[in-house]
């Protein structure tokens, strides 16, 4: 595809490495939207999220001479990996101190998504009657299945990075896509079967 | 062209070119998946999935500008070039830092027991006294009668200092899980740290919760704004639903969160939180030495970074404006209110509390 060298991830990385600070700095510029948006996943509070980033960011520039270096493609699952972790051990305190204002849907506050589309998306009524209700399926869905499509079909990951963000391994990946696309694909057959029997039976 | 008969729906779903057809069809991929399925009829499951999956795969994600993004980069790399300042002497000074504790614990110790011994009998106070309550339930009350604030000593070993016209109530050992005080009026707490236990002081409409920090809790009850003001340390403060606010049916749900010299204020009137500086900001850096606000040209950038590591309050200016500016001041004895007002008319320019940060305006030096 294209490649610009002013732009290449492992180039910032190996310069930021080397203590060049704006380099760190274009690195966040580039992955700011990503990181905010998945982060928003797990805690709603976007300043929350946003004073997270700016812990990751300094923490890297501290560590910065015990890093690894890493390929391009590895720049942005490492970001995500970091603010997951950070996020995972805040909601883990949270759970342990029982904040009392959060507790009330503690269940839900961890990697949280809503899949169900807005009107606009969809302009044919008909299409956008069946992808609302998949899209409600999808939203029954465990978190762990919600987390690794988003992942997958959001951000465009692949199973290996994946497998890293979620530090599960890589074929539990892949059950977990197999397992989830089975499920679905009966539960709107079944539907489907169930629908038609319902017209048949009204006409 | 990948071989798409070997497709499943994950690759379908991953696929740009299925991926354009679904989401903006045009008359040439339209075309060509029509031809393709005709060809495939088998397979028409597996695409007609992948279709409805991206079709409901839209979610609603924050908006982000561009202003945004700059603002918070620029705020990471201040923070690190104020680090970059901090770093050689923190990693030297650790050890350092240890051995004095040590030395100084020791000495403590040493005076503590000398005390001991020496102290007068028992009963022999002198001065004002709290008024001490032993409730029946095994609760402890303190109330300060008296015009100065008095000391309590709580279970855990914190310290609430007690203004005039308050009362504190605790139990007489704390549970397992939290330590829990009640406050009316105004207390200075100094809380032993436990992270195992927090630390919660509910007063009037709202709880602050703390692992160990020292912080102001201000909820007279005649006042019509409660505020938490922090010394030290990291404190969280929320709104607890009572009678008298959940009727209104708006409290602010907002955790807030609180670093040394930011203080929230909790209006009673409209249940909202709203954070800022506390009135006199204390230096919190305790490796800040007088003259480190002596500036003589010094580009203010840097005076505005000393400030940020002396105060623990975050900064926010806009550095390419401020290049040109440069300061020669000698300031000490001012407040940092008073000594910030100094450096902004030095290079006309005006400062304003936002959120608890200090936000620079200026039209640049030139």
Known sequence: MHSNTVDDDALLWHQFQQGDSASLGKLMTKHYTALIHYGTKFNRNTDFIRDCMQDIFVELWNRRATLSSLSTAQVRPYLMTMLRRLLHQHYLDQQRYDFQPISEDSDTSFFDISFSPEDQFISNENLHQHANRVGQLLDKLPRRAKEAIYLRFYENLDRSSIAQIMGISEQSVSNLFQTTFRQLRQQINTEFFWLCLLLFYWL | MPDYVTFTTEDFLADPF????????????????????????????????ARQLLLSLQTEQPVISPEQIQEDVQRMLQKISVQNHRQPFQTVSRTNNIRWLAIAATVLLLLGIGWWFTRPENGAVIGPQLTSVQKSDGMQEQRNDTQQPLRVSLPDGSVATLSPRSVLTYPAVFSDSSREVN??????????????????????????????????????????????????????????????????????????????????????????FRKTLVEKPAVIDQTVKINDFDFDETPVSDVLQRFEKAYGIDIIYDSDLLRDCALTASLADETMTEKLAIVCKGIGATYEIIDGKIVIHSTGCR
């Open chain 2, 183 to 272: 406050l009316v009026g105004e207390a200075f707490f100094e809380v032993t740290r436990n992270p195992d236990k927090p630390f919660l002081v509910y007063a009037d409409q709202i709880v602050t919760r703390v692992l160990g920090t020292s912080f102001r809790v201000s909820a007279y009850p005649q006042q019509q704004q409660l505020t938490v003001a922090v010394r030290t340390g990291k404190v969280a403060v929320y709104a607890r639903a009572t009678s008298e606010n959940t009727h209104k049916g708006v409290v602010d749900k907002r955790i807030i969160s609180l670093t040394p010299n930011q203080q929230v204020n909790f209006s009673k009137a409209d249940a909202a």
């Open chain 2, 18 to 49: 299925f991926q354009g057809w679904v989401r903006n069809p045009t008359a040439a991929n339209e075309a060509f998946w029509q031809e393709w399925l005709t060809q495939h009829p088998e397979r028409m499951d597996e695409v007609k999935l």
